[in-house]
């Protein structure tokens, strides 16, 4: 819908799938927008008013409100605005969540590494 937030993700990258759980958990609805790095980077430029820094995803611009560049910033924006009735994603606290989340996201960085110099080693993935 319009007033949705629009998440900007990639299909296959584990930060943006945290994001896609916590704003199902929450019942909270947004618009997908795949994007894909070269192609999408333009438009997510331009969205975040960010013309040669560098960019990463998951975004999401919330109509007539912030644009959230951080998994955990759209994770809290996104309990703060859950559907009526849903638990919190953080029971035990804001700051307990945020510990987790740094452990997860050293945990992702790290098998983002060892895939990409898998990828590398092999030519058959490269070529």
């Not at 990639?10 to 896609?20: G, L, M, T």
Request: some cysteine; aromatic content about 10%; glycine content about 8%.
């Amino acid at each position: 819908m319009a007033d949705d937030p629009q998440l900007y993700s990639i299909a296959f990258s584990p930060w943006s799938n945290k994001v896609k759980w916590t704003l199902n958990a929450c019942g909270v609805g947004y618009t997908r927008v795949e994007y894909t790095p070269g192609l999408s980077e333009l438009n997510l430029r331009l969205k975040l008013r960010n013309y040669c820094g560098r960019v990463t995803v998951p975004v999401m611009a919330v109509p007539r409100g912030p644009v959230l560049v951080e998994s955990f910033d759209i994770a809290v924006w996104t309990d703060d605005h859950r559907e009526k009735g849903r638990p919190s994603l953080f029971p035990a606290g804001i700051e307990a969540a945020q510990e987790w989340n740094d452990l997860s996201d050293r945990i992702l960085y790290v098998g983002r590494v060892q895939s990409l110099r898998k990828i590398i080693s092999n030519t058959g993935a490269v070529w």
